[in-house]
């Protein structure tokens, strides 16, 4: 799509942090919007913003691990604007513990949401896709994808499943020249996310250190535009994939001690199942977490420089 204005875009996920964030940004682009999230107030709120922003924009109530309500979400963005020419595929929960400490309907909520969520989107929007010979699927993956994420196990499996499925994906529908799968690969942002996770250690949750900020561009969605295999958002994005290529042992090590020694010095709080199983009253673009500078913007060569560089200094380590 050579233009985003009176391109329709459904956005799931669209209640909070990343995706309220996306909402504003193609509203200002004149996109037509259907906006997808557990809580009808939440999301029409945002279809408040979108339509102060100059967008048409309808609110469908959707439970992403319900795949008949997904499939009721497709079929509401084709009744209302006739087609739909983006996909994103938002959504997504989490939960911290020891594995065997989180309750196993809490890993099951994580993976219903997070993996079959975006299995249900893809299964509904491909047959749409392919009746119009064209489209843009998006998967919100993160560098979870790469690097593992010691407590919070199903979390981890649902990011390394969802590139096994976009590859797949990507394989089946290359007889379809103008259906994209694309993915988008952030570091950490500050969203309220983390605030609103399932929490089972019983200590305070919050990420430090720079952060992206969920609204300062629009890259994370340039695939809609100009669609490829994926988007990396942040030098943190590439050197953590690179570093786990060459040594996933030192890896895994550093990413868990310094979990162990973050959990360690946090505060004491009530364990809880934060929004696992209800949606949250809060629905903030960020999660005011931005302790230090934002992360810069470098071209694509300077993120290769970045990532090779650490590559290279932990090979010497071996």
């Excluded at 100059?54 to 009721?72: E, F, Y």
């Excluded at 499943?161 to 020249?177: I, N, T, V």
């Excluded at 090779?308 to 090979?315: H, Q, Y």
Aim: charge should be positive; glycine fraction near 12%; include cysteine.
């Amino acid at each position: 799509m050579p233009e985003i204005r009176g391109s329709v875009v459904v956005i799931a996920g669209a209640s909070s942090g990343i995706g309220r964030a996306a909402a504003q940004c193609f509203a200002r682009d004149g996109a037509k919007l259907v906006l997808a999230g557990r809580r009808w107030d939440t999301l029409d709120e945002v279809v408040q913003e979108c339509t102060r922003l100059g967008a048409q924009a309808i609110a469908v109530p959707t439970d992403v691990g319900d795949a008949a309500a997904v499939k009721a979400l497709a079929d509401k963005g084709l009744e209302r604007f006739g087609r739909v020419d983006a996909w994103i595929s938002n959504a997504g929960v989490g939960a911290v513990g020891d594995f065997d400490d989180v309750p196993m309907d809490a890993h099951e909520r994580v993976v219903r949401t997070n993996l079959l969520g975006e299995m249900h989107g893809a299964h509904a929007i491909l047959p749409v896709f392919k009746r119009q010979g064209a489209g843009v699927l998006i998967h919100m993956i993160s560098i979870g994808g790469w690097v593992p994420t010691p407590y919070a196990a199903s979390y981890a499996a649902t990011k390394f499943g969802l590139r096994g499925f976009s590859e797949a994906l990507r394989g089946e529908l290359s007889g379809w020249p103008r259906i994209h799968v694309c993915d988008v690969v952030p570091t950490l942002v500050d969203t309220p996310g983390l605030a609103h996770g399932g929490n089972y250690v019983g200590k305070s949750l919050r990420a430090t250190g720079p952060m992206l900020s969920p609204s300062r561009s629009r890259r994370p969605w340039s695939p809609v535009r100009r669609p490829r295999r994926e988007v990396l958002l942040g030098p943190g994005a590439l050197a953590g994939r690179v570093a786990q290529a060459l040594a996933p042992g030192l890896v895994r090590g550093v990413v868990a001690r310094g979990m162990r020694a973050a959990l360690r010095r946090a505060r004491p709080v009530a364990t809880s199942p934060g929004n696992l199983f209800q949606p949250p009253a809060d629905h903030a673009v960020t999660g005011g977490l931005r302790t230090g500078p934002s992360l810069p913007r470098l071209p694509k060569p300077a993120m290769y420089a970045v990532g090779g560089i650490l590559g290279l200094w932990l090979a010497r380590r071996l």
